[in-house]
C-alpha cells in the first residue's frame, strides 16, 4: 500500500466516513457479501480442480480487501491528519 495517500485521493477522511455510512455503501456491501457466499460455495465444492481453488481463493481475498478499502483508506487519511496536526503542534511549541 502507499503510504502518501493526500496525494493520491481527492477525497477527505470525513468524506470517506460519509460514504461508509450511506446507502450506496451498504447495498454494495451487501452485493459483495453475495459474491463471497458464492465464493465460499466454490471452494466447498467437490467438483473443483486445484486451478479452480486457488481462482476462488484469489477472489475470496479481492472481495475482502475491496469491503475493507474505504474503512482502510479513511483510518489512514485520518492517520495522516493526526500527524500533520502534531507536526504544527510541535513547530508551534519549538516556534513558541
Known sequence: MKEEYEEDFSSTAGQFEEFLNSTVWIDIKSELSVWLEGVRDGLESTDSDEKE??????RAQG??????????????????????????????????
Open 53 to 58: 481453488l486457488y481462482r476462488n481463493q484469489g
Open 63 to 96: 472481495i475482502r480487501y475491496l469491503l475493507s478499502l474505504p474503512e482502510t483508506i479513511r483510518d489512514q487519511l485520518v492517520a495522516l491528519q493526526e500527524q500533520a496536526q502534531n507536526k504544527e503542534e510541535e513547530e508551534e511549541t519549538i516556534d513558541g
